[in-house]
């Protein structure tokens, strides 16, 4: 298929999924709590709206889920940082803060993982919510046995999620980034061959897990062969990757992912409610560079560069939410005035951002979502941060290719001293020993050392003045 016509099909497909969304919102209330109806709407002193959340209903029970859901991957850290970075203690009251402040404003999805925060998000979202009734939160968790793929390690760590988020029960339940390293052979030594698949079944059954599914990443092959499963797993959710950027570029920034399009399509066909990841792209999506900002700004100037990103992954009418790792309030509070309510996406401007998104694929940016799967280093380098700082120069222009660049002088100062600051010399690349460590774990099947060696030969360079 041509080009030209593929962009067609896309855009001509998205018409029709955009007028189901704008049917979809209409008909569905605000979202002031699990069991909460529309409630009294109102603007808060801070300007954000309380009681216009919008909601999704899931299909296949009845669950009124916000749009907008809370991603417990990246909290505040006692520094002022994110949890995930260094060995930073999670801000504990922080949490308690954006948690109360995104429930009383109709958020009720909190995503975490055994994984996330160095193993400590669980325990920090458990304490969180257990101040709010139980029945006023969907919670979220996965089984991330990406280490230790034994039945008794599996076990053990599926039983201790529910110690540390103080529940009798999980809401959503996932296998955690299915997909990735090995393809079909991970995913069966992970949860086939050691009976966890049909242990969960069970689990559904008794009401332990009152929804299962599985995030993925990475090979297409188990993704299509776990939907052709679904008859025999009855997927209650599936969570993918799906942003502006992804819809039909996923593919081309990493040639081990797929398209959302295609993903979300496949879902589609079967009435799969689809949780949604990644929807800023690690970020990328509110860093873009300095000529997407002020195409963006000139559409719509009141609103961040964020929203347009969350605008386009919830006008989907089958996804059931959105997750954001919110790290600060103001990350939480600019995502509720997106989505209280949501303003759907219309025709044209769904065609706006895919040309910003063919923009945007004209700048060669790493494909570094800051997951931080990779770390920790063995060697202490601080492989997201080198990865970032060379996307942020790259986006911003500074970036000097050689020596006789007009702006060569600046660029080089920039960049040097951006990086030192960013990362400190013991974490630099230029430690990296290639041992591939790192590699297995990254979703995006980035080629880490290869991208270290070349980041750390650039800056030689712009020391030594050789460019």
């Not at 605008?311 to 919110?326: E, I, Q």
């Amino acid at each position: 298929m041509d080009k030209k016509n593929e962009r067609h099909i896309s855009r001509r497909s998205f018409l029709k999924i955009a007028g189901a969304a704008g049917a979809t919102l209409a008909g569905l209330s605000a979202c002031t709590g699990k069991d909460a109806g529309s409630g009294a709407a109102a603007t808060g002193e801070d300007g954000v709206p309380v009681g216009k959340m919008t909601c999704r209903i899931n299909p296949k029970n009845g669950d009124k889920v916000s749009l907008l859901g809370f991603g417990m991957m990246r909290l505040p850290s006692v520094g002022g940082k994110s949890a995930r970075e260094g060995n930073e203690e999670i801000d504990q009251e922080m949490v308690n803060s954006m948690v109360d402040y995104a429930i009383a404003h109709g958020v009720n999805y909190f995503d975490t993982s055994p994984a996330y925060c160095r193993g400590k998000s669980e325990a920090a979202t458990g304490e969180a919510l257990s101040r709010h009734p139980r029945s006023s939160y969907y919670v979220a968790t996965k089984l991330s046995n990406f280490g230790d793929y034994s039945r008794e390690a599996s076990m053990e760590m599926y039983r201790q999620s529910f110690k540390d988020l103080r529940v009798d029960y999980i809401d959503y339940y996932l296998l955690h980034s299915v997909g990735g390293g090995s393809g079909m052979q991970l995913l069966n030594e992970r949860y086939i061959d050691n009976g966890m698949l049909d242990f969960l079944l069970k689990e559904r059954e008794a009401g332990r897990i009152r929804n299962l599914g599985f995030s993925y990443h990475g090979d297409v092959k188990v993704f299509d062969y776990l939907l052709s499963q679904h008859d025999r797993y009855k997927w209650d959710f599936v969570q993918i990757q799906l942003n502006y950027l992804d819809w039909r570029f996923a593919k081309e920034i990493n040639p081990s992912n797929t398209n959302a399009e295609y993903l979300y399509g496949e879902l589609d066909k079967r009435n799969i409610p689809a949780i949604i990841m990644e929807p800023l792209l690690g970020g990328r999506l509110s860093n873009v560079p300095d000529n997407v900002v002020a195409q963006l700004k000139q559409r719509d100037p009141e609103h961040s560069v964020a929203s347009w990103a969350f605008r386009f992954a919830g006008t989907f009418p089958k996804v059931l939410t959105v997750l954001s790792g919110m790290t600060r309030m103001e990350h939480l509070k600019d995502n509720l005035l997106t989505y209280s309510p949501l303003k759907p996406l219309t025709d044209e401007e769904f065609a706006f951002l895919q040309r910003t998104a063919t923009l945007m694929m004209q700048f060669d940016t790493i494909p570094c979502n800051d997951c931080k799967y990779c770390m920790p280093c063995p060697y202490g380098i601080d492989i997201p941060a080198i990865l970032l700082h060379y996307n942020k120069c790259l986006n911003e222009g500074r970036i000097p290719a050689s020596s006789q660049d007009p702006n060569y002088r600046e660029a080089r100062r920039a960049y040097l001293v951006g990086y030192d600051r960013s990362v400190p010399k013991l974490r630099q690349a230029d430690h990296c020993i290639g041992c591939r460590q790192c590699v297995s774990h990254c979703p995006q099947s980035i080629d880490i050392p290869k991208e270290l060696h070349r980041i750390d030969a650039y800056v030689e360079k712009l020391k030594q003045n050789t460019l």
